[in-house]
Structures are given as structure tokens and as C-alpha cells.
């Protein structure tokens, strides 16, 4: 293998099937066209193939002439047809299918036994004598999916040449081939060398210079071999990253990739890709995680793929993977490694005790490889591998498992899949697209990449004016002359630049562009690569802004900030020097435990040791503590640790907020809810036993009053009872305020307890006249018990704050779309406007108010909780209006 077709044997990305109009099945599905005017063979033949493969989608015709009319109509992978058709026998058939669709394979599947000789001589596919029984269509299956795949395999492998041969030609960096040596000899190198060693390729490939020796840095050489040992020992491709010196001194950064070719068992060489990648190490550092996450994807060439992080949790799949093991959705959704595997265990897995063994020991063991072959119930095979994700610095982020289906595996589709992977990654991993202008013809041509780059059609041709006017308006006047310089002066160009896409979007692009000239030194092509930059751009801009934003965000924070080395100080803003009223200076330096008080100096110790340790439960991130000022005050402060990476080391971010005003305000607060539950309860229980005093004594009265009597009698035992219920109701209330629950909320009958409110205000104020506007609608609103002492308040509130001789009240209640309103209206000497929003307030409980004694106050706290608003309004003439908006429950 010496030419650069061959030489990095890999195969081309696989192709989608074509399938018939309507065909959803996938790109394994097989259409075929069945032409028979044997009804019932055609029948027998069709639903055979359906019932024993799901990948067929079998088509009938009765004859040759529809069966054409079939084949314009839509496409097939295959044809099968009878020999004897009244209209056209099968090889004038063939003959046809042949002139307009010369690809489609094509079996005669015929009862006559004397034209295979024919058949053969006109170009058949493949020839099949029909035989009585079933076990035919199982021939004809097996030889119909031979002949595609043979066709398939075809297309695929001549596309993936024509693409690799473009795609190496312009990719910028070197491929090569060389023997497994420390000096690594080259065998073969591409013409990009000289551009990525500054050595040209005479140099490389006769001796005068070796790559290993006189181009590796001499400091990577022993890791580079060692690394390259270890993958061809286990056949495996490679990855790796070093450094190298060009001839000028020059020293880069390079990324290679590459695999061992064996004989027999025996590497006989190496080949691979070497790209530079001095200009985006330093992204590449800044986003560990992702870099060293992408790498070890593309360390393998197996088809499914799983990525599980250090807590068991999946962090990624490809779809292959779920393909492969059937996994339902759902739970591949609920991202848990553990209950994937339970599910493989219990439905997929021949060897699950072999299985999980490997998988326990893998997790016991983070440092460790591995790779074996894994049996399932239905006979499949996969060969996994599994290794460590593992950062530049030694971190571990998880484990990779890869995955690849090898019961059916070929020499020709290893050859296939190799090819693929390196397609793919090598786009993946330059990101570009490519292009060419034939300077004869004015030819511009795009790949797809191109075109994704620049927002068009999968379709779109442009010309050479189209493809300068996608370039921003400032940057045209720099591509233009690159180009001219190109054309006219054969000069190569390397721009960073900016186009705008049909849509408006502005992409930042690198366009690099080299020529080629004819045996007379003209230039007949300009060709290159184009990229999108836009991401790199966009990151190294907002990596910028988020630095300037987090120091702005640090030095104007309410809390104190400082982090940690070694435990002691090494930056602090200036709230830490406010809060504890050291100097900056005074706290750079200055151990942790110097700024705690005493008595929580150990605690933090504690605390501290606990996440130094791995094999415990970390402690809480956040919790209350009480430090010292630098005068001695002390002061309660709510503080939070996390660990980070402060210039390159680890280190510990502690946050310090001062809440000692708030902490004595909670425990002054815990204290008045204390000394309200206690009131409550001695009220409730001295209001109870005196109430049931008064009940005792009245209910002796019965039979010692006249029949006048015995109706304020019983008014009298009513409200009794009613102060009773009210202190059951009282307590509740109570409770809720000082706890930190929900209030009970639920479907409350407006009119039931609206009525008996009104019943009972009459009664207690004889001298007000209390009139409704009834009727009080019939509907269910979001209430509870209390509700009664919301309208209880309001009409007091109106008759015992009026200054006229004969209170008037009116009430008038409302059903609406999604409340109801109520309306409290009297003819008092109203509210001034000033006082309006904080008659409702806390400070304007007095106990001067009958129901439950906390007035407007518990008026608003009530309607609040019930998700509902109350107002006052002016009365007209005179007075004031009340009303409450109540939400209907649902």
C-alpha cells in the first residue's frame, strides 16, 4: 500500500438504502419489486419474505409493462421476475430494466429450467428455477439480500474513495505510513508535510531525516512509543498528542492518530494522520472535561458507545448504542448505569454472572482497561471495551464502554467501518468543509460541509461572485485578493474572515486556499478547505467576559469571599475586610480558623477533614458558625465551602455572609410565637371553662322562664356555643401562623356562612339596620372555618366605627367568572385615603374588635391565604365600602 488512496485503509461513511415511496423502516429495509402473473406464487412469494425478514418490503406486479410502470414511479433495491409473462417474457423485461436502471439488481425467478444459459449471457444478477415447498423463497430471500448488498457495498466503497482522496488532499495535515521503529522511518508521507515540519517530503522518505529523531521533541518520544505499543499490541488505533520541532526551530503542538496494518498477526506498519493543534491548546486546556470526553470517543473504532461518570450517572450514548441493546426510552432517559444494567441482565445477556463480575471489578479498579466478547439470549455477539476517562492532569471523569456487533463481521465491511471512522473524524476534528475552483472552466464546487457552513441547500451550486459575495461587506476587498493572488500569482492564503448567511447569521470562518498548475506551471485549480470558527470564537469571548464578570461580581458581592491553599488565605475581596474589619492585607495570609470563634474552631476542623476524605459522607456545604471581628465581637455568619481550582491547584472557595441582625430576629421571633402559643392556650382554656360555666347555668334556666324568655334564652346558649367553636378555630389559626405548613384551604359555601354571619350581627347590634341584596349566590368558594370571621370583622368593623344614631349596612355579594365578590358598605364617616393601605396592617390590631379580636388585620391575613384581595373603597355620599374578592374552588 504505497499510494495515498491505500494509505490509511479506512473505509467510507456507509450509505442510506434507498427504499420504496412510503418506506419508514430504516436504512437496513430491502424493497423489492415482484413481477409474476402467477397470482398465487407471486403471493406465496411475497408474504414469505415480509413474515421471515422485516427488513423486506415486497412490491407485486402482475407483468413486465406494469411492472415498468412501477419501477418510474418509485425506486427498488431489487427486481425479481418470472420468465414466462403474456405481455414481454423476463429476459425482454431484463433487457428494459436494464436500459433505464442499469444498477438494480436483477433475478429471474422462473419455472423454466432451459433459459438459465440465456439468462446469464443477457446479464442476470442471479437465476432461481422455481421448486415446489417453501424452502425456494428461502433461497430466493438469501439471494436476493446477497445481490444488494453486493450492490450496496459497491456504491459505498467508490464513494468513500472519491471523498477520502478529496478530503486527504485538503485537510490540513500530514498522513503517512511508516515502519514500527524508534526513529519511526517514513514509507510514505503527503505533500502537506513540509507544511507541518517545515521538511519537504524527499527528506522524510529517503533517510535524510527521521520523524521520530529529528522532528518529535526529544522529551515525548519515549511516551509517544510507549503509547503506540500498547494500542498495536492490542490492536487498537491510537491517539496522542506531542510536540515536535520543526526544521526553522519552530516548536508545535501536534494531535496524531493512527493504527497498526497486520499480516498475519504481525504489524508490518503504521499508519496514521499528524495534525497541528498549537493554536487551540490553550481551549483545549480551559475545557478539560469536554476535550479529554471527545478523546476518548474517537479512541475506538467499536459502534456503541456509553460514557457513565464517576457517581454511576450516564453522561452519554450515541444511538447506536441503544440500537444495539434494544433499551426502551424511558429508561435509558432516567440516566442510571445501574438500572441499564439490571435491565441487560435480566433481558439480554447468555453470561450475566461473567458480565457483571467484569463490570464490579472495571469500577473497583478506575485505572484499568479491558476488553472481551459479550453473548446474548438471541445469539448476537459484541466485542466491548471499556477504559478510564482521564483528564490531562490525572482526574477521573467516569468510565467509557464501546460497544460492537460482530456476529456477522466481514473483511470487506471491517474494511468499510475503518474507512468511515476516518472520514468522520477527521471532519469531525478539523470541523471543515472543502471546496474548488477550476480556474478553465469557472467551475466552483462545494461539499456538503461547505455548504452546512454557509446556511444553503444541500443542492445550492454557487459561482466564484457568489461565494465572495457570502463574505461580510468589510472582509470581501481581503478574500478578493487573496483569490486573485491565487489564480494569477499561485499564492496559498490562510485567513481568518467573516460571511453572512442567507438568514442574517454572521459565522466567523478560517478559509485556507492552495493552487494547482498544469505541466506548463499555469494554475488549473484553486481547491481548499473552509471552516467554522465560530464556536472557538465565540467561547474564547465569552471565557473573557465571564472572567471580568465574576471579578466584578467577587468585589461587589454582600458576602465575604476568600479562597484557600494549604488553609490559608490566598485572595479575599474587600466585603471579608468589611465584615470582620481586618485589612486586606491582614487577611491575605491568614489561616481560616483565626477568623472563627473558639467554640466553632473544632467544628470547622471537623468539617474540614471530613471532605478531605473520600471514604465518608462530605459534610454540608453550608451552615452557621460564629466568628470574630478583629476588635472581638463576635458575630454569627452563614458560611459555604466549596472546593475549586484556583490557579492551577486545588484550593477552597469559602463564602462568609453576616446574618447575626437576621439570627436575633428568628430567635426573637421563635420566642413571640412561643409566647403566643402559651396565650392562646391559657385563653382558650379559661374562655372554655367559663363558657361551659355559662352553658351549665343557662340550660338550668329552661324551667324557670316564661315563654317570652325562652327565645333570648336560647340565642343566648347559641352564641355560647359559638364562643366555643371560635376558640377551637382561634387555636388553629394560631398553630398555623406559627408553623411553617400550609393553611388548610378548601370548597367553602359562601351563602351558608355569609347568611348566619348576618343573622348573628343583627342579633348582637339591634339598633343597625343590615340589609342584603340577596339573593347570596349558591357557589362554593376557596375558603375554610374562618371564613365566618372575615365577614364578622367586616360588619362590625361597620357598625362599631360609625358615628351616625342608626348604622345602615348593606351588603351585596356577586358570582363572577372565577370569583365572587362581597361588598361591606356603611354610612360612616368613611376612610381617609392616607390610611388605607395600613388599616389593614399588623400595627392597627386592637382588641377593640369582636369575632376573633385581631380585626382588619386577621381580615387581610385570612383573604390572603384564601389566594384572594380586600379593599376600601369611598361610599357614596357618605362612608365607606369594604370588599373582599374570593376565588371559587375548583
Same mark, same amino acid.
Given at each position: 500500500?504505497?499510494?495515498p488512496?491505500?494509505c490509511?485503509?479506512?473505509?467510507?461513511?456507509r450509505?442510506e438504502?434507498?427504499?420504496?415511496?412510503?418506506?419508514?423502516s430504516?436504512?437496513n429495509?430491502i424493497?423489492?419489486?415482484?413481477?409474476?402473473?402467477?397470482v398465487?406464487?407471486?403471493?406465496?412469494?411475497?408474504?414469505?419474505?415480509?413474515?421471515?425478514?422485516?427488513?423486506?418490503d415486497?412490491?407485486?406486479?402482475p407483468s413486465?409493462?406494469?411492472?415498468?410502470?412501477?419501477?418510474?414511479?418509485?425506486?427498488?433495491?431489487?427486481?425479481?421476475?418470472?420468465y414466462q409473462?403474456?405481455?414481454?417474457?423476463?429476459l425482454a423485461?431484463?433487457?428494459?430494466v436494464?436500459?433505464?436502471?442499469?444498477?438494480?439488481?436483477?433475478?429471474l425467478?422462473t419455472?423454466?429450467?432451459d433459459?438459465?444459459g440465456?439468462?446469464?449471457?443477457?446479464?442476470?444478477?442471479?437465476?432461481?428455477?422455481k421448486?415446489p415447498?417453501s424452502?425456494?423463497?428461502?433461497?430466493?430471500?438469501?439471494?436476493i439480500?446477497?445481490?444488494?448488498?453486493r450492490t450496496r457495498?459497491?456504491?459505498?466503497?467508490?464513494?468513500?474513495?472519491?471523498?477520502?482522496?478529496?478530503?486527504?488532499d485538503?485537510?490540513?495535515?500530514m498522513a503517512y505510513?511508516?515502519?514500527n521503529?524508534?526513529?519511526w522511518?517514513m514509507?510514505?508521507?503527503s505533500?502537506?508535510c513540509?507544511?507541518l515540519t517545515?521538511?519537504e517530503r524527499a527528506?522524510l522518505?529517503?533517510g535524510?531525516?527521521?520523524?521520530?529523531?529529528?522532528v518529535?521533541?526529544?522529551?515525548?518520544?519515549d511516551r509517544v512509543w510507549d503509547t503506540v505499543?500498547?494500542?498495536?499490541?492490542?490492536?487498537?488505533?491510537?491517539r496522542?498528542e506531542?510536540?515536535i520541532?520543526?526544521?526553522?526551530g519552530?516548536?508545535k503542538?501536534?494531535?496524531?492518530q493512527?493504527?497498526?496494518?497486520?499480516e498475519?498477526?504481525e504489524v508490518?506498519a503504521i499508519?496514521g494522520f499528524?495534525t497541528?493543534?498549537?493554536?487551540?491548546?490553550?481551549s483545549?486546556?480551559?475545557l478539560?472535561?469536554?476535550?479529554?470526553l471527545?478523546?476518548?470517543?474517537? #479512541?475506538? $473504532?467499536i459502534? /456503541?458507545? &456509553?460514557? =457513565?461518570?464517576e *457517581?454511576? %450517572?450516564?453522561?452519554?450514548?450515541?444511538?447506536?448504542?441503544v440500537?444495539?441493546?434494544?433499551?426502551?426510552?424511558e429508561?435509558?432517559?432516567?440516566?442510571?448505569d445501574e438500572?441499564?444494567l439490571?435491565?441487560i441482565?435480566e433481558?439480554k445477556?447468555?453470561?450475566?454472572?461473567?458480565f457483571?463480575?467484569?463490570v464490579?471489578d472495571?469500577?473497583?479498579r478506575p485505572?484499568?482497561?479491558?476488553r472481551d466478547?459479550?453473548?446474548l439470549r438471541?445469539?448476537?455477539v459484541?466485542d466491548?471495551?471499556s477504559a478510564?476517562?482521564?483528564g490531562? #492532569?490525572g $482526574?477521573h471523569y /467516569?468510565? &467509557?464502554? =464501546?460497544f460492537r *456487533?460482530? %456476529?456477522?463481521?466481514?473483511?470487506?465491511?471491517?474494511?468499510l467501518?475503518q474507512?468511515e471512522f476516518?472520514?468522520?473524524?477527521v471532519?469531525a476534528?478539523a470541523?471543515?468543509g472543502?471546496?474548488?475552483?477550476d480556474?478553465?472552466?469557472?467551475?466552483?464546487?462545494?461539499?456538503?460541509?461547505?455548504?452546512?457552513i454557509h446556511?444553503?441547500?444541500?443542492?445550492y451550486?454557487?459561482?466564484?461572485?457568489d461565494?465572495?459575495d457570502?463574505?461580510?461587506?468589510?472582509?470581501?476587498?481581503?478574500?478578493?485578493?487573496a483569490?486573485?493572488?491565487?489564480?494569477?500569482e499561485?499564492?496559498?492564503?490562510?485567513l481568518?474572515l467573516?460571511?453572512?448567511?442567507?438568514?442574517?447569521?454572521?459565522?466567523?470562518v478560517?478559509?485556507?486556499g492552495?493552487?494547482?498548475?498544469?505541466?506548463n506551471?499555469e494554475t488549473?485549480?484553486?481547491?481548499?478547505v473552509f471552516?467554522d470558527?465560530?464556536?472557538?470564537k465565540?467561547r474564547?469571548?465569552?471565557?473573557?467576559e465571564?472572567?471580568?464578570?465574576?471579578?466584578?461580581?467577587?468585589?461587589?458581592?454582600h458576602?465575604?469571599?476568600?479562597i484557600f491553599?494549604n488553609?490559608?488565605?490566598v485572595f479575599?475581596?474587600s466585603?471579608?475586610?468589611?465584615i470582620?474589619?481586618y485589612e486586606?492585607?491582614?487577611l491575605r495570609?491568614?489561616?481560616v480558623?483565626?477568623?472563627i470563634a473558639p467554640?466553632?474552631?473544632?467544628?470547622?476542623?471537623?468539617r474540614?477533614e471530613?471532605?478531605l476524605?473520600?471514604?465518608v459522607?462530605p459534610p454540608?456545604?453550608?451552615?452557621?458558625?460564629t466568628?470574630e471581628?478583629k476588635?472581638?465581637?463576635k458575630?454569627?455568619a452563614?458560611?459555604?465551602?466549596?472546593?475549586?481550582?484556583?490557579?492551577?491547584?486545588?484550593a477552597?472557595?469559602v463564602?462568609?455572609?453576616?446574618?447575626t441582625?437576621?439570627q436575633?430576629y428568628?430567635?426573637?421571633?421563635?420566642r413571640l410565637?412561643?409566647?403566643?402559643?402559651v396565650l392562646?392556650?391559657?385563653v382558650?382554656?379559661?374562655?372554655?371553662?367559663?363558657m361551659?360555666?355559662m352553658l351549665g347555668?343557662?340550660?338550668?334556666l329552661?324551667?324557670h322562664?316564661?315563654d317570652?324568655g325562652?327565645e333570648h334564652?336560647?340565642n343566648?346558649?347559641t352564641?355560647?356555643e359559638?364562643?366555643?367553636?371560635l376558640?377551637?378555630?382561634?387555636?388553629?389559626?394560631?398553630?398555623t401562623?406559627t408553623?411553617?405548613?400550609?393553611?388548610?384551604?378548601?370548597p367553602?359555601?359562601l351563602?351558608?356562612v355569609?347568611?348566619n354571619?348576618?343573622?348573628?350581627?343583627?342579633?348582637?347590634h339591634?339598633?343597625?339596620?343590615?340589609?342584603v341584596?340577596?339573593?347570596?349566590?349558591n357557589v362554593t368558594?376557596r375558603?375554610?372555618e374562618?371564613?365566618s370571621s372575615v365577614?364578622?370583622?367586616?360588619?362590625?368593623n361597620?357598625?362599631?366605627?360609625?358615628?351616625?344614631d342608626t348604622?345602615i349596612v348593606?351588603?351585596t355579594a356577586?358570582e363572577?367568572?372565577d370569583?365572587?365578590?362581597?361588598?361591606?358598605?356603611d354610612?360612616g364617616p368613611?376612610?381617609?385615603?392616607t390610611q388605607?393601605e395600613?388599616?389593614?396592617?399588623k400595627?392597627?390590631m386592637g382588641?377593640?374588635?369582636?369575632?376573633?379580636?385581631i380585626g382588619?388585620?386577621l381580615?387581610?391575613?385570612?383573604?390572603?391565604?384564601?389566594?384572594?384581595?380586600?379593599?376600601?373603597?369611598?361610599n357614596e355620599?357618605?362612608?365607606?365600602?369594604f370588599?373582599?374578592?374570593l376565588p371559587?374552588a375548583d
Amino acid at each position: 500500500m504505497s499510494s495515498p488512496d491505500n494509505c490509511l485503509s479506512m473505509v467510507a461513511p456507509r450509505r442510506e438504502n434507498t427504499t420504496s415511496p412510503g418506506n419508514t423502516s430504516g436504512k437496513n429495509t430491502i424493497s423489492v419489486l415482484l413481477v409474476d402473473d402467477h397470482v398465487t406464487v407471486a403471493e406465496m412469494a411475497s408474504q414469505f419474505l415480509e413474515a421471515n425478514d422485516e427488513r423486506f418490503d415486497v412490491a407485486t406486479e402482475p407483468s413486465a409493462s406494469e411492472g415498468l410502470e412501477r419501477l418510474s414511479q418509485a425506486e427498488f433495491d431489487c427486481v425479481v421476475s418470472e420468465y414466462q409473462m403474456p405481455d414481454m417474457d423476463g429476459l425482454a423485461f431484463l433487457q428494459a430494466v436494464r436500459d433505464e436502471y442499469p444498477e438494480v439488481p436483477f433475478i429471474l425467478f422462473t419455472g423454466n429450467s432451459d433459459i438459465a444459459g440465456d439468462a446469464i449471457s443477457a446479464g442476470v444478477t442471479d437465476y432461481l428455477q422455481k421448486k415446489p415447498g417453501s424452502d425456494q423463497f428461502s433461497v430466493l430471500a438469501n439471494r436476493i439480500e446477497n445481490a444488494v448488498h453486493r450492490t450496496r457495498a459497491g456504491h459505498r466503497l467508490e464513494e468513500s474513495q472519491r471523498r477520502f482522496r478529496t478530503l486527504l488532499d485538503n485537510v490540513p495535515g500530514m498522513a503517512y505510513r511508516c515502519r514500527n521503529e524508534r526513529g519511526w522511518p517514513m514509507l510514505f508521507v503527503s505533500d502537506d508535510c513540509a507544511d507541518l515540519t517545515g521538511y519537504e517530503r524527499a527528506a522524510l522518505l529517503d533517510g535524510d531525516r527521521r520523524y521520530g529523531r529529528d522532528v518529535m521533541h526529544s522529551d515525548d518520544r519515549d511516551r509517544v512509543w510507549d503509547t503506540v505499543q500498547d494500542a498495536l499490541e492490542a490492536q487498537e488505533p491510537f491517539r496522542v498528542e506531542y510536540r515536535i520541532r520543526t526544521a526553522d526551530g519552530t516548536e508545535k503542538r501536534v494531535w496524531e492518530q493512527g493504527q497498526g496494518v497486520f499480516e498475519d498477526g504481525e504489524v508490518v506498519a503504521i499508519e496514521g494522520f499528524v495534525t497541528d493543534i498549537t493554536e487551540r491548546s490553550e481551549s483545549q486546556e480551559r475545557l478539560e472535561y469536554q476535550s479529554s470526553l471527545l478523546e476518548a470517543q474517537m #479512541e475506538t $473504532t467499536i459502534d /456503541g458507545l &456509553l460514557v =457513565v461518570n464517576e *457517581d454511576r %450517572t450516564v453522561a452519554a450514548y450515541n444511538d447506536k448504542f441503544v440500537d444495539m441493546w434494544e433499551i426502551p426510552e424511558e429508561l435509558i432517559e432516567t440516566e442510571s448505569d445501574e438500572a441499564l444494567l439490571d435491565w441487560i441482565v435480566e433481558h439480554k445477556l447468555a453470561e450475566p454472572e461473567a458480565f457483571m463480575e467484569l463490570v464490579d471489578d472495571l469500577y473497583e479498579r478506575p485505572e484499568e482497561t479491558s476488553r472481551d466478547e459479550v453473548r446474548l439470549r438471541d445469539g448476537r455477539v459484541f466485542d466491548r471495551y471499556s477504559a478510564p476517562v482521564i483528564g490531562d #492532569e490525572g $482526574t477521573h471523569y /467516569g468510565r &467509557l464502554w =464501546v460497544f460492537r *456487533d460482530i %456476529t456477522e463481521r466481514k473483511e470487506r465491511e471491517r474494511e468499510l467501518e475503518q474507512q468511515e471512522f476516518l472520514f468522520s473524524r477527521v471532519q469531525a476534528i478539523a470541523d471543515i468543509g472543502i471546496w474548488e475552483y477550476d480556474t478553465r472552466t469557472n467551475d466552483l464546487t462545494w461539499s456538503d460541509g461547505v455548504r452546512r457552513i454557509h446556511g444553503v441547500a444541500d443542492d445550492y451550486e454557487p459561482a466564484l461572485a457568489d461565494g465572495l459575495d457570502f463574505y461580510h461587506p468589510d472582509d470581501r476587498d481581503e478574500i478578493a485578493a487573496a483569490v486573485t493572488r491565487a489564480i494569477e500569482e499561485g499564492e496559498q492564503y490562510d485567513l481568518e474572515l467573516r460571511i453572512v448567511r442567507p438568514d442574517g447569521t454572521v459565522r466567523d470562518v478560517r478559509t485556507q486556499g492552495e493552487v494547482s498548475t498544469d505541466e506548463n506551471g499555469e494554475t488549473e485549480l484553486v481547491r481548499g478547505v473552509f471552516q467554522d470558527i465560530t464556536d472557538r470564537k465565540r467561547r474564547e469571548e465569552e471565557l473573557e467576559e465571564e472572567r471580568e464578570k465574576y471579578a466584578t461580581l467577587v468585589e461587589q458581592s454582600h458576602d465575604g469571599i476568600a479562597i484557600f491553599q494549604n488553609r490559608k488565605s490566598v485572595f479575599v475581596n474587600s466585603r471579608l475586610s468589611d465584615i470582620t474589619g481586618y485589612e486586606t492585607d491582614e487577611l491575605r495570609g491568614m489561616p481560616v480558623t483565626e477568623l472563627i470563634a473558639p467554640e466553632d474552631r473544632q467544628l470547622v476542623r471537623e468539617r474540614y477533614e471530613r471532605r478531605l476524605d473520600p471514604t465518608v459522607d462530605p459534610p454540608p456545604s453550608r451552615y452557621t458558625l460564629t466568628f470574630e471581628t478583629k476588635d472581638g465581637r463576635k458575630r454569627v455568619a452563614e458560611a459555604s465551602f466549596a472546593d475549586i481550582q484556583y490557579e492551577g491547584a486545588p484550593a477552597d472557595l469559602v463564602s462568609i455572609r453576616d446574618v447575626t441582625e437576621r439570627q436575633q430576629y428568628e430567635d426573637e421571633l421563635e420566642r413571640l410565637n412561643e409566647e403566643l402559643e402559651v396565650l392562646n392556650r391559657v385563653v382558650r382554656h379559661d374562655i372554655r371553662n367559663d363558657m361551659a360555666v355559662m352553658l351549665g347555668w343557662g340550660e338550668l334556666l329552661e324551667d324557670h322562664i316564661d315563654d317570652a324568655g325562652k327565645e333570648h334564652l336560647e340565642n343566648i346558649l347559641t352564641s355560647g356555643e359559638h364562643i366555643v367553636e371560635l376558640t377551637e378555630i382561634a387555636r388553629d389559626y394560631v398553630e398555623t401562623l406559627t408553623s411553617d405548613g400550609e393553611v388548610d384551604v378548601k370548597p367553602t359555601r359562601l351563602e351558608q356562612v355569609l347568611t348566619n354571619e348576618i343573622a348573628l350581627r343583627r342579633d348582637a347590634h339591634p339598633d343597625a339596620e343590615i340589609s342584603v341584596d340577596e339573593p347570596i349566590p349558591n357557589v362554593t368558594v376557596r375558603a375554610n372555618e374562618m371564613l365566618s370571621s372575615v365577614f364578622r370583622n367586616l360588619l362590625n368593623n361597620a357598625v362599631q366605627h360609625n358615628d351616625k344614631d342608626t348604622p345602615i349596612v348593606e351588603i351585596t355579594a356577586e358570582e363572577r367568572e372565577d370569583d365572587v365578590y362581597v361588598a361591606v358598605a356603611d354610612n360612616g364617616p368613611g376612610v381617609p385615603e392616607t390610611q388605607r393601605e395600613r388599616i389593614f396592617g399588623k400595627d392597627e390590631m386592637g382588641l377593640e374588635s369582636s369575632g376573633t379580636g385581631i380585626g382588619l388585620y386577621l381580615v387581610q391575613t385570612l383573604v390572603d391565604q384564601y389566594g384572594g384581595t380586600v379593599q376600601v373603597e369611598d361610599n357614596e355620599p357618605e362612608g365607606a365600602v369594604f370588599s373582599v374578592t374570593l376565588p371559587k374552588a375548583d
